[in-house]
């Protein structure tokens, strides 16, 4: 039976969404690997921290060569994460607590371990032959096209049951599901509603633009070598000197996702946020959330870049803003996949006025937004040996590019324990604790009514009472090289002038008309930091932000 819509049918507009990675997060049973148990246990800190709801990456069936994205059972849990029945316990407490549960789907491809594949790669003409891309081989043995894996070398693995070869945007371990094979939709869309019928309140849809590939085969044109990183690949990665015309984001996906859409919609109340692997990063955010029937927001690697200059930040909005429909992004500036941004915006020992101002523009931006286990104490990111890598991609392209370990090492919840609190037994983690973590563990942020986690609480609950953030529209002031400054309005025409100083160097950033005619106040609290209102000039310390109120 179908659950009864919820009041808060459109609750996903405007969410604080908090990412948790189950294998770092908390370990209940000292085996040193987090569970479904451990999150359970802490999920007050996720209430107390203001966010809407928690995202959990995979704890599905899996061999684990991704760490969970190489699915072998999409309707189980793994057996190192816990039980359906702890499942159902998290989206219990959860829900007591406030909380809705949003939970990893990676639908693109599967593990080669799932029984689907078995069958598929055991012959030309087995009923599950078409549900994975094959490919026969150029006459001279070769791949069939020039496609290219996230994960470095090419994107085909050779099959010597079938003879042919079968596509892999990620690890060979990982094969491409054929979405051109309509019982491929079908049995995905039981398993997603197996999972909503389970209580689940969304999905986030891994590498969605990668669901379906070009029938045809078509090489991509070649890019050049990069000057800097593309979000989506770094420049040391061959993957990135492609233009990815036809190995994803195909029109086709578009009618994958209102399949989506249809199913989730029937229960109410449901959200698909889907993660956009691509070139065009805003503008296909806003193809796939347009319209009311694909996803309901989505989010792109624009902001999980290094660049952080006013100007950067400046284009990307406006970038998004100028486009014509109704897509609702959602903004992240850290993920499992990518170097924190405490690091990647602030250096080695960055600015605690930097973190403050991360935090305040993220929430102040149009759209959702997505908080990764970690942000909300500033940790930075850890540095690992190699010896003690365990991410295939980092392993790979050592040392250019280091992986995403540094981003997964286990949760800091005490500062006196060996393990930072991680876990409850005598079992190593899996990952190193980062000795860098220990000074900002959640509890000493908790006696310090000064600290980022303090000041992330009384940021986002302020928020929460804010109409103009949650679902206002943004108008964008003019350009400055150090200053970006927006206004947020809600449907009353109210609402919020939002400015921030981008740089290291004080700023002034002069308004179109006088101040006081405008301005009914400006927003102490958890907003505004190092600045001030003088005339008609706003004025900065570095690192400083500004809120005030729009008469």
């Not at 999972?195 to 078509?218: P, Q, T, Y």
């Not at 190699?386 to 997964?408: N, S, T, V």
């Not at 609950?461 to 964008?476: F, I, K, N, T, V």
Request: aromatic share 10%.
């Amino acid at each position: 039976m179908k659950q009864q819509q919820p009041k808060d049918h459109d609750w996903w507009r405007g969410a604080v969404i908090y990412q948790v990675y189950p294998r770092s997060f908390a370990d209940s049973n000292g085996d040193g690997i987090g569970d479904l148990p451990g999150i359970t246990a802490r999920l007050e800190h996720i209430a107390r921290l203001g966010a809407d709801a928690v995202w959990l990456s995979p704890f599905f069936k899996s061999p684990m060569k991704d760490f969970g994205y190489d699915v072998a059972d999409y309707d189980d849990v793994d057996p190192m994460f816990g039980t359906l029945a702890d499942f159902r316990a998290l989206v219990q407490r959860a829900h007591a607590l406030g909380l809705k549960v949003m939970i990893d789907q990676v639908l693109s491809h599967t593990s080669d371990q799932h029984p689907w594949f078995s069958e598929s790669r055991a012959s030309r003409d087995n009923p599950k032959a078409d549900w994975y891309v094959w490919a026969d081989a150029k006459p001279d043995g070769t791949p069939p096209n020039n496609w290219l894996s996230v994960f470095g070398g090419s994107a085909w693995q050779w099959d010597t049951r079938r003879r042919q070869y079968y596509l892999h945007n990620f690890l060979a371990a990982q094969p491409d599901l054929n979405f051109h094979t309509p019982a491929v939709q079908a049995a995905l869309l039981a398993s997603l509603t197996r999972w909503l019928e389970m209580g689940v309140d969304g999905f986030r849809l891994d590498a969605i633009n990668f669901c379906v590939h070009d029938r045809l085969l078509r090489d991509n044109p070649a890019r050049g070598m990069p000057t800097g990183d593309d979000p989506t690949a770094p420049a040391s990665n061959p993957c990135s000197w492609q233009q990815h015309l036809y190995d994803r984001s195909q029109p086709e996906a578009l009618d994958v996702l209102r399949r989506l859409r249809a199913l989730v919609d029937g229960y109410g109340g449901k959200t698909l946020l889907g993660e956009i692997g691509d070139e065009a990063g805003v503008a296909m955010v806003a193809q796939y959330t347009d319209g009311g029937d694909k996803l309901h927001q989505g989010y792109c690697f624009d902001l999980l870049s290094a660049d952080h200059s006013a100007p950067y930040v400046r284009k990307v909005i406006e970038r998004f803003e100028s486009l014509p429909g109704t897509g609702w992004p959602c903004w992240a500036l850290s993920n499992h996949d990518c170097m924190r941004w405490a690091t990647r915006w602030g250096g080695t020992n960055p600015d605690p006025r930097l973190l403050r101002l991360g935090a305040a523009l993220q929430a102040s931006l149009r759209g959702s937004v997505c908080v990764y286990q970690g942000e909300e104490l500033g940790l930075p990111e850890a540095e690992l040996a190699f010896e003690h890598l365990q991410d295939p991609y980092g392993i790979a392209m050592w040392p250019e590019y280091k992986g995403r370990d540094g981003c997964r090492t286990p949760m800091a919840w005490d500062s006196s324990a060996p393990d930072l609190g991680f876990g409850s037994g005598p079992a190593r983690p899996w990952l190193p604790i980062a000795e860098s973590h220990r000074a900002l563990a959640v509890d000493r942020q908790e006696a310090d009514p000064q600290s980022l986690l303090n000041h992330y609480r009384a940021l986002l609950h302020w928020r929460r009472g804010e109409p103009a953030l949650r679902h206002g529209s943004l108008e964008l002031l003019p350009a400055h090289p150090q200053v970006l400054a927006y206004l947020r309005r809600d449907a009353s025409g109210g609402g919020l002038l939002c400015a921030f100083n981008l740089s290291a160097e004080p700023a002034q950033f002069t308004l179109e008309r006088r101040a006081p005619d405008w301005l009914q106040c400006v927003i102490e609290g958890p907003a505004t930091q190092g600045a001030r209102v003088d005339g008609d000039t706003l004025r900065f310390e570095p690192w400083g932000v500004l809120f005030a109120r729009l008469r």
